[in-house]
């Protein structure tokens, strides 16, 4: 016998819906809804089959929280999910992304699509989290808002960085198996097996060494004889555990060292020492001294200089004593900072270092020379009617020189009208301008520096109007 089913509204809040075995229902249910929950009342055997509805129009996500991933270096425009809500009026829900994170994500208004507006690097977002919005077409609207996370997986776009490109290490022949030469270390920014950083030794040869795979620390594996081999070079290989894997290189060079087990010490760590400016090539500028605990050659010190300004100076590689080697000009270089290296004779050669720093103390070498008045700037105007003391203008005069050589003295030649104020070089009226309004003056302005040993003169115009 055929059966159909049947749906009718009755009302906004019933709904009948009928099952016909022939012309025969054989079933009823009541369905009372409370929001989203719908719960049975009763059912009988026969009869017809009623479902009651209490409808509500409230607008709802189908998840309040919605999670979802988007791997990095995405292209722009990639698909991370689709948020839906349901209820409203009208039918028309539009959607949209609150907030801030619209600069980074968008959603299609109609469709509910979450796309990535922009590229994403895991090594700077790893997680994003913003609202997402949902509007009916009703009056009045209605609204409502899911939280939204996005994890941003991580892919293998970084390689392995040593620290360094190269390592050196050393280590006194004879030691045990075993002994640790040194460590070496890689980081990957990537996460998980993508940024898992192992090691292994690469190319080809046999090395009395092994290194730890997940250490990077490098150990002896066999006696080591600086006589049969003084300096070992290594490559380490670092490779990440991604796919594709990603791999970086780096050179390490070992150098066994003889039983010298001394190296030089020097009396200071740091020496201080100063001169005049000017002095004669060849003049002593101080002496460093380092000893020696070993003997014979392993305990003969020689000392050499680096740093800036090694061009300024010698040191005597038996003596230590330091010298000039041209012309010191303190407005050239007041300071020099050199590193003096102290090395025995043994091989391979322990050496230790001191610091030393050479003031060069000023000498009055420089004359003063006027910013103002000069060539092409120096005429100042001033009122007829300007009273006793009035100041015109300042005169203005450099000198290279450093401390009591740079302090300057300004005067001017004999003005019936015109004074200076020796220290600050103020040019100020001594006298009423009234008769000779109109007039222009030619004075001779004289800059000294301290103690008066060098002068420069110039000329200032001063107009009467």
Known sequence: MDKQSYAMALNSSLIVFVTLVG????????????????????????????????????LQFDQSIYYGELYENNRIGAEVMTVRARGGDDGQLTYSVYGDAAAWIAVEPTTGVVKARV?????YVDRLRFTVL?????????????????TIVDVNDNTPTFLQTSYGFSLEEHVPVGTLVGSVAATDYDSSINGQVTYRIFGLGTYPFSIDAWTGALTTTHPLDREEMAQYELTVLARDAGQPQRTATAAITITIVDVNDNPPMFLQTSYRFSLEENVPVGTLVGSVAATDYDSSINGQVTYRIFGLGTYAFRIDARTGALTTTRPLDREEMAQYELRVVASDGGVPSRASTATVTVDVRDVNDNIPVFVFPTETNHTVHVSACAPVGHVITY????????????????????????????????????????????????LMVVVRDTPLSHSTSAILHITVD
């Open 395 to 442: 005169l203005r005069a450099h000198d290279a020189d450093e401390g009591m050589h740079s302090e300057l003295k300004y005067s001017l030649a004999e003005s019936e009208y015109f004074d200076v104020d020796e220290d600050l070089g103020a040019v100020f009226v001594n006298r009423e301008l009234d008769h000779v309004d109109g007039q222009t003056f030619r």
């Open 119 to 123: 590229m994403f690097d895991r090594e």
């Open 23 to 58: 012309m025969m229902t054989i079933c009823s249910v009541f369905v009372h809804c409370e929001g989203d929950a719908a719960v049975f009342e009763h059912e009988q055997s026969i009869g017809p089959i009623v479902r009651e509805t209490i409808t509500n129009n409230d």
């Open 134 to 150: 949902a509007r009916d077409a009703g009056q009045p609207q209605r609204t409502a808002t899911a939280a939204v996370t996005i």
